[in-house]
């Protein structure tokens, strides 16, 4: 069974930057599969962020493009998100998500989640 447990987070001034991390623990459901961040805003609803596959692929929201940047490793199962020129609209619960179709995480239904963590940005 797949598990994603996630760290980083936390507070941070607009313009700064903050790192989230999220290790898949378990045995994926095949060689290729994406892990992607996704995050919901206070009185919103949960929205993609970012997604990146064993080959290197990697998607984006237009509202976080060119300024996060996913990167995996796959040697040890782990996603990192750096955010940076964070912005207060960045706040929200992000979390990590696995799957080995994209759409399905891009329609927000993957097969794992993760527990969430918080990130608030001041002003």
């Known amino acids: 069974q797949v598990r994603l447990v996630e760290s980083g987070g936390g507070s941070v001034q607009a313009g700064g930057s903050l790192r989230l991390s999220c290790q898949l623990k378990?045995?994926?459901?095949?060689?290729?599969?994406?892990l992607a961040w996704l995050r919901q805003a206070p009185g919103k609803e949960r929205e993609f962020v970012s997604a990146?596959?064993?080959?290197?692929?990697?998607r984006y929201s237009d509202s976080v493009k060119g300024r996060f940047t996913i990167s995996r490793d796959d040697s040890k199962n782990i996603v990192t998100l750096q955010m940076d020129s964070l912005a207060p609209e960045d706040t929200g619960k992000y979390y990590c998500?696995?799957?080995?179709?994209?759409?399905?995480?891009?329609?927000?239904?993957?097969?794992?989640w993760g527990q969430g963590t918080e990130v608030t940005v001041t002003t």
């Open positions: 990146i596959e064993t080959d290197g692929d990697t």
């Open positions: 378990g045995s994926p459901w095949s060689p290729s599969f994406w």
């Open positions: 998500a696995a799957d080995t179709w994209i759409a399905a995480i891009q329609a927000l239904s993957p097969l794992a």
